[in-house]
């Protein structure tokens, strides 16, 4: 069952620049015309210990948490470790 995060404005990608399961994420979120905020965690690495507390403790990515605040790990259930 995912997590449930308060309800925001946009949703929040948390992603890496090396991850190519982020770039399909962001694909498949412009095709559906949902709008996103994006944190690169490579550019902000104190970011991990938020994606560390909404995946369960892994460094991994990406991580979405959509506007109502359910969160999705990986894409479609796969994503890049930094462990």
Known sequence: MPNKEPTRELAVVY???????????????????????????????????EVERL???????PVLVTAEGDVEIGYKGIGCNYG
């Open 15 to 49: 992603t890496h620049p090396t991850c190519g399961y982020c770039d399909m994420l962001k694909s498949d979120l412009q095709q559906k015309g949902i709008d996103y905020e994006e944190i690169d965690v490579s550019k902000q690495p104190d970011l991990w210990s």
């Open 55 to 61: 995946s369960g403790g892994d460094r991994i990515t």
